[in-house]
């Protein structure tokens, strides 16, 4: 039995929030008022609503020795996240993530990303041998394929979240589908990587065609859409709740449907209870303003099934 459960392979953000009556368009000059400053990142956030749900999660991440630093590991140490893997380097610079409210709460974002470092190749080899799953973002797509190599030769079950700006060719999105188990897709991230109209018959070919587990594509709005390689196929519309902010939805909902693998959901119910946690953390400002428990996604499934 391995001793963690989740690996979450990626380095923290600093989110700075602000708050603007409108989402400014090209040549366009608003007005904002700067309202929160958190610990992001697409994989940290996960690896946080992870914890948070209990999950064995380990991180294999690199931060500075400056106060960024500080922040980045107090933030795992609060969500229970093991950073053991976790390397402190002097002279590294968070990346950083301006992110702009509206009054519906939606955003749009901008990352900046700071230095550039590689894991080591030990430390990596150590962190990928002891989880059963290995969560990323393929923003490398060498150094994708070299880490889930290691998995492969682990019997570590690899997870991606593809967005649309991690592919930017059909060779890129063959390569992280030919090294992935679980494949989670926002709608604009399957449609530039796929290059084809979202469809039930469509995930089923991925799924035979790269031996894939399971693919989820999100649709905002709109709720998701799942299949596996059971030939199930499922939707869930997803939840009407008031949106404060919807950084960091996308992140919960992964995070909650790995959550519901590892704990032997079937695929409805995964649905359901990921959507659930997702639109709990919509209620809250920031990327985690509002970071579901266990507790938290029941109570809200009871009360809006009760309605």
């Not at 196929?233 to 939805?249: K, L, M, N, P």
């Given at each position: 039995?391995?001793?963690?459960?989740?690996?979450?392979?990626?380095?923290?953000?600093?989110?700075?929030?602000?708050?603007?009556?409108?989402?400014?368009?090209?040549?366009?000059?608003?007005?904002?008022?700067?309202?929160?400053?958190?610990?992001?990142?697409?994989?940290?956030?996960?690896?946080?609503?992870?914890?948070?749900?209990?999950?064995?999660?380990?991180?294999?991440?690199?931060?500075?020795?400056?106060?960024?630093?500080?922040?980045?590991?107090?933030?795992?140490?609060?969500?229970?996240?093991?950073?053991?893997?976790?390397?402190?380097?002097?002279?590294f610079e968070a990346n950083q993530a301006i992110i702009m409210l509206d009054d519906t709460g939606e955003k749009s974002l901008i990352f900046v990303p700071a230095c550039h470092?590689?894991?080591?190749?030990?430390?990596?080899?150590?962190?990928?041998?002891?989880?059963?799953?290995?969560?990323?973002?393929?923003?490398?797509?060498?150094?994708?394929?070299?880490?889930?190599?290691?998995?492969?030769?682990?019997?570590?079950?690899?997870?991606?979240?593809?967005e649309s700006t991690i592919v930017a060719s059909k060779e890129d999105t063959h390569a992280i589908l030919t090294h992935s188990d679980i494949v989670f897709f926002n709608e604009?991230?399957?449609?530039?990587?796929?290059?084809?109209?979202?469809?039930?018959?469509?995930?089923?070919?991925?799924?035979?065609?790269?031996?894939?587990?399971?693919?989820?594509?999100?649709?905002?709005?709109?709720?998701?859409?799942?299949?596996?390689?059971?030939?199930?196929?499922?939707?869930?519309?997803g939840f009407e709740v008031e949106v404060i902010d919807t950084t960091g939805a996308g992140d919960t909902f992964n995070a909650s449907f790995l959550f519901s693998k590892i704990?032997?959901?079937?695929?409805?119910?995964?649905?359901?209870?990921?959507?659930?946690?997702?639109?709990?953390?919509?209620?809250?400002?920031?990327?985690?303003?509002?970071?579901?428990?266990?507790?938290?996604?029941?109570?809200?499934?009871?009360?809006?099934?009760?309605?």
């Amino acid at each position: 039995m391995k001793l963690f459960e989740v690996l979450a392979v990626g380095d923290a953000n600093i989110d700075t929030t602000i708050k603007v009556d409108h989402l400014p368009k090209h040549d366009d000059k608003v007005l904002g008022e700067k309202v929160s400053s958190q610990i992001g990142g697409t994989v940290a956030n996960s690896a946080c609503v992870l914890g948070s749900l209990g999950v064995k999660v380990t991180a294999l991440a690199k931060v500075g020795t400056d106060g960024h630093g500080a922040e980045i590991l107090n933030e795992y140490a609060k969500y229970n996240i093991d950073t053991s893997f976790v390397e402190q380097i002097e002279g590294f610079e968070a990346n950083q993530a301006i992110i702009m409210l509206d009054d519906t709460g939606e955003k749009s974002l901008i990352f900046v990303p700071a230095c550039h470092y590689e894991y080591s190749k030990s430390r990596a080899m150590l962190a990928v041998s002891q989880a059963e799953y290995l969560y990323t973002m393929p923003g490398d797509i060498c150094k994708f394929v070299e880490i889930a190599a290691l998995a492969y030769k682990y019997e570590t079950k690899v997870v991606v979240d593809i967005e649309s700006t991690i592919v930017a060719s059909k060779e890129d999105t063959h390569a992280i589908l030919t090294h992935s188990d679980i494949v989670f897709f926002n709608e604009e991230g399957f449609t530039k990587a796929i290059e084809q109209d979202l469809t039930e018959e469509i995930l089923h070919i991925l799924i035979e065609q790269y031996n894939l587990d399971t693919i989820i594509v999100t649709l905002g709005a709109n709720g998701v859409l799942a299949a596996n390689n059971k030939g199930e196929i499922e939707r869930h519309s997803g939840f009407e709740v008031e949106v404060i902010d919807t950084t960091g939805a996308g992140d919960t909902f992964n995070a909650s449907f790995l959550f519901s693998k590892i704990n032997g959901y079937q695929l409805d119910k995964s649905l359901e209870f990921s959507c659930a946690a997702a639109a709990y953390s919509i209620g809250g400002l920031g990327p985690k303003g509002a970071v579901p428990t266990i507790e938290c996604v029941t109570e809200f499934l009871l009360v809006t099934t009760s309605r």
